[in-house]
């Protein structure tokens, strides 16, 4: 059984707007996503674990959508 994460590749990423996480994704580990301030939509797994500080400093996100 593969789990698969996501460490902090993504920090400081300017030209992410929207993500889509793939059930395949176990985690998202701390500040993966973090300062990725064109962030707009990201949508998960509800089995996806999620650090507190994943999507920190984000400024322009406005949807979390959590699916089954």
Do not use: G, M
């Not at 593969?2 to 889509?20: A, D, G, M």
């Not at 998202?28 to 400093?57: G, Q």
């Amino acid at each position: 059984n593969s789990r698969i994460k996501i460490p902090e590749s993504f920090y400081k990423c300017k030209s992410l707007k929207e993500i889509q996480i793939p059930h395949s994704v176990k985690s998202i580990e701390s500040s993966a996503f973090s300062f990725c301030e064109n962030l707009k939509n990201v949508s998960y797994p509800y089995s996806t674990v999620v650090a507190d500080n994943a999507f920190e400093h984000c400024t322009s996100l406005k949807k979390i959508l959590i699916t089954w």
